[in-house]
């Protein structure tokens, strides 16, 4: 996925906040994008899924998970579910039965116990997880997650990331501070936000310019 002379400025300012910007997404493949806070990585995530429009002509569809949807303490998994995918695919009555035809083998083992419960009785990394695998089932091409891992355990962690994993054939772009989410993965692609342009980086690159670059090196350290 190749984004060719990206330009943009914010209507308010005649400032231009991407000047004539080349970069590759890893497609299919996991997309990392880093920066410092205010380099502009929610700014490019809204211009790579249609939230802001620029000079690009965008030629995929995409899903952009930045927060939660608000629900009410009495909503049942079983509810949010009806309500993400059942719009998506038609469904009037969202059964667990229905329910294994429409999503993957690991989102559906963490789902199932859940169920009936109201989100009242979750704790906030479940609540954010059961969204966060429902709209994974959503089928778009570009699947942007602004920091999907903030307020999670590392064991659901892992299980958000098996769920990225069961649809592979996506093309993810993952904003993170943390370099855990990094590591838990074998391929992946780095974007690292800086000064408004882009460094992108395979592992082993990623890995080396952590050694030298002041700002990876303290990513790289969870600092």
């Known amino acids: 996925m190749n984004i060719q002379h990206l330009t943009y400025g914010f209507p308010r300012t005649k400032a231009v906040f ?100 109201r989100y009242g009785q979750l704790s906030g990394g479940q609540r954010k997880l059961v969204q966060l695998l429902l709209f994974l089932q959503v089928d778009r091409q570009l699947v942007v997650l602004d920091e999907p891992t903030a307020a999670i355990d590392r064991q659901n962690v892992q299980r958000l990331f098996a769920g990225m994993r069961a649809h592979s054939e996506r093309t993810y772009l993952v904003i993170t501070h943390d370099s855990r989410d990094v590591a838990a993965f074998d391929a992946f692609n780095v974007l690292w936000l800086h000064q408004h342009r882009i460094k992108c980086y395979q592992p082993q690159a990623f890995y080396q310019a952590a050694q030298t670059e002041p700002f990876l090196g303290a990513f790289v350290a969870g600092h």
Not at 43 to 56: K, Y
Not at 57 to 72: E, H
């Open 18 to 117: 991407f000047d004539d910007v080349s970069f590759s997404l890893q497609s299919p493949g996991v997309n990392f994008l880093i920066g410092e806070n205010g380099a502009g990585k929610t700014t490019l995530a809204d211009i790579l899924t249609g939230s802001r429009p620029s000079n690009l002509a965008l030629t995929w569809q995409a899903i952009y998970l930045n927060q939660q949807l608000p629900m009410l303490s009495s909503v049942r998994v079983c509810d949010v579910a009806q309500l993400v995918l059942g719009i998506e695919y038609g469904e009037r009555h969202l059964t667990l039965a229905r329910l294994q035809k429409r999503v993957d083998a690991a989102t559906l083992t963490f789902l199932t116990p859940l169920w009936q419960q």
